[in-house]
């Protein structure tokens, strides 16, 4: 299941000898991952067994905002700004047997794994 939502919006003006315009974009994305996935030992393939649940959640947010103003054939200012941020949020649970842990006595070890990282960059910069 994912999502995802854009928009961009800009104008520009010419009013006697100067320019004007502006720009915006804007981005959002939101994805689930969801995997299953079973290890086997080579010694032991039939009791020592790992299954595993995991979820990933993405999330990635863009903006850019854009401004010029020109006037005469040589002044211009310009002015710039970025943002990027993603993130991923992820939960796995293992349920596994071992030697510890035989498939036969009903059993099992439960791991859970929960990780998040972010990204992000706001710039600007100006000309």
């Known amino acids: 299941r994912s999502r995802a939502h854009s928009a961009i919006a800009g104008s520009s003006t ?10 915006g974009v804007a981005d959002y994305k939101n994805q689930w991952r969801n995997r299953n996935r079973i290890n086997r030992s080579t010694a032991d393939p039939e009791d020592t067994v790992a299954r595993t ?4 959640n993405s999330v990635a947010v863009t903006g850019s905002f854009n401004a010029g103003l020109e006037f005469t054939s040589d002044h211009a200012v ?18 596994r047997n071992n030697f510890n842990f035989p498939r036969d006595s009903n059993t099992q070890l439960r791991e859970y794994r929960l ?4 990204r992000e960059i706001d710039g600007r910069g100006d000309g």
């Open 14 to 23: 010419s009013p006697a000898n100067w320019k004007l315009g502006v720009l």
């Open 53 to 56: 649940q995991r979820s990933v």
């Open 78 to 95: 310009n002015l710039t700004s970025l943002y990027l941020r993603n993130t991923d949020d992820e939960a796995s649970l293992t349920l």
């Open 115 to 118: 990780r998040f990282e972010e």
